[in-house]
């Protein structure tokens, strides 16, 4: 997913993503690798404390969503969407990729709002 969503990155404005398989914000910041110093300092990093945890709700563009969320969420235009599969608003929308794990099984659908 991440893989993808670097070459995607610089084509949109906002950049939403499920919370549905954990901490979204550590893959991108592992597997893209992000600089951990820009990270830290970003005036969009929000961070949210409850549950004795900070759960990160966005930084940079990157805007981290609860699953059940998205289909009542309405996206601005120029921004992509990567959510649990056929987890989105058909109206406004393409499916541009389904990423599948190895036993063809879909994982993230990648979706854009124009």
């Given at each position: 997913m991440v893989t993808d969503l670097k070459t995607l990155y610089p084509n949109y404005n906002q950049i939403f993503i499920t919370k549905k398989y954990g901490e979204p914000h550590e893959f991108i910041l592992f597997y893209w690798p992000w600089d951990p110093q820009k990270y830290i300092t970003d005036i969009n990093?929000?961070?949210?404390?409850?549950?004795?945890?900070?759960?990160?709700?966005?930084?940079?563009?990157?805007?981290?969503?609860?699953?059940?969320?998205?289909?009542?969420?309405?996206?601005?235009?120029?921004?992509?969407?990567?959510?649990?599969?056929?987890?989105?608003?058909?109206?406004?929308?393409?499916?541009?990729?389904?990423?599948?794990?190895p036993n063809d099984t879909s994982v993230f659908d990648i979706v854009t709002y124009d």
């Open positions: 990093l929000k961070t949210n404390f409850h549950s004795d945890w900070y759960w990160v709700d966005g930084f940079d563009k990157f805007k981290f969503i609860n699953d059940w969320e998205i289909k009542t969420t309405t996206f601005p235009k120029n921004s992509l969407l990567i959510t649990s599969p056929n987890n989105y608003q058909t109206k406004n929308s393409k499916l541009i990729k389904t990423i599948k794990y």
